[in-house]
């Protein structure tokens, strides 16, 4: 069991700047690949970056590409995603996910039915 918690949400003004983080607890931190996803108001979830298990590689939706960037640190348990230049369409609820890398399987960090643990979430709302 893998609980995930979110924090750094909030309102900024377009051109902006947060930092989400996502404290995990539970097993083996380092065992997960991670993810971001986001869902806007009466929108479908969507992937926004994803980071293997030792932070080898990085995935990014084409929508955050040179803005946004996803990292972590095994050692803290965390991982981050650093969102620069935000815009207004960037305003929506950011959830981590955690994918168990220990059975081996292909890393597909868009898909989110890979991905075994969820977290709250936490709001970002953009300004225009």
């Known amino acids: 069991q893998v609980h995930l918690v979110e924090f750094g949400g909030g309102l900024v003004q377009a051109g902006g700047s947060l930092r989400l983080s996502c404290a995990a607890s539970g097993r083996t931190f380092s065992m997960y690949h991670m993810g971001w996803f986001r869902q806007a108001p009466g929108k479908q979830r969507d992937f926004v970056a994803g980071?293997?298990?030792?932070?080898?590689?990085?995935e990014y939706a084409d929508s955050v590409k040179g803005r946004f960037t996803i990292s972590r640190d095994n050692a803290k348990s965390t991982v981050y995603l650093q969102m620069n230049s935000l815009k207004f369409e960037d305003t929506a609820f950011y959830y981590c996910a955690a994918d168990w890398a220990g059975d081996g399987t292909n890393w597909f960090p868009h898909n989110e039915k890979q991905y075994d643990y969820w977290g709250q979430g936490t709001q970002v709302t953009v300004s225009s």
């Open positions: 980071i293997t298990w030792n932070g080898g590689d990085t």
